[in-house]
């Protein structure tokens, strides 16, 4: 007598089959925005050690810490210089007209072109928030004491470095500090230079 499996075993290993592939899916779907992150801490911590040149012989160039509205034109156009990054005619084409921007706001700025602005609503994948919303924030060592103080989301933190950067992640909202640590904002600095 020829023995087969029966139809419970087999809706089994279906059903089996079926979780395995949800869950290898799930995770092709999430690895572009982890790469997009990952290129984020490293474009961060490219502009902290770009500031960090630039800040010890021209202060000038700063419209403050904490700015809000992220970096001025012309310490954008110095740090563009120092990173290597294209300019037109000593002024900054394209995204960077806006200061430095995440990879997230680059992809909407790309596809926009000369009709983006701040407030232009970002649209690429799983992404939310405006060009605004995405731009680089930063703070300086400005009393020289190796501590910066920076309000991060709301919440001030002294952080051992001559200069912080950080940014929202996808989301395009820049959370306080100790609840970013565990969301998707980028920060230069890392969890042991933080005074608590």
Request: hydrophobic share 40%.
């Amino acid at each position: 007598m020829k023995k087969g499996f029966t139809l419970i075993e087999i809706l089994v290993v279906v059903a089996i089959l079926g979780v395995l592939m949800g869950g290898f899916i799930f995770k092709l779907t999430d690895a572009p925005d982890k790469a997009k992150k990952a290129v984020c801490e490293d474009y961060v911590k490219q502009v902290a050690t770009a500031i960090g040149a630039i800040e010890p012989w021209s202060k000038r160039l700063y419209s403050g810490s904490n700015s809000e509205e992220g970096l001025t034109e012309t310490t954008a156009y110095a740090l563009h210089k120092i990173l290597g990054c294209k300019t037109k005619d000593n002024k900054l084409s394209g995204y960077d007209r806006f200061g430095l921007v995440t990879p997230w706001a680059t992809e909407t700025i790309k596809k926009l072109g000369s009709s983006c602005s701040k407030s232009s609503v970002i649209t690429a994948s799983k992404s939310s928030g405006t060009i605004r919303d995405h731009i680089l924030r930063y703070a300086l060592d400005d009393d020289e004491d190796g501590i910066v103080i920076a309000n991060v989301g709301g919440e001030t933190i002294r952080i051992r470095a001559l200069v912080a950067v950080w940014c929202s992640g996808a989301d395009g909202i820049i959370e306080p500090y100790s609840k970013g640590l565990n969301g998707d904002d980028v920060y230069s600095w890392s969890t042991s230079q933080v005074d608590k």
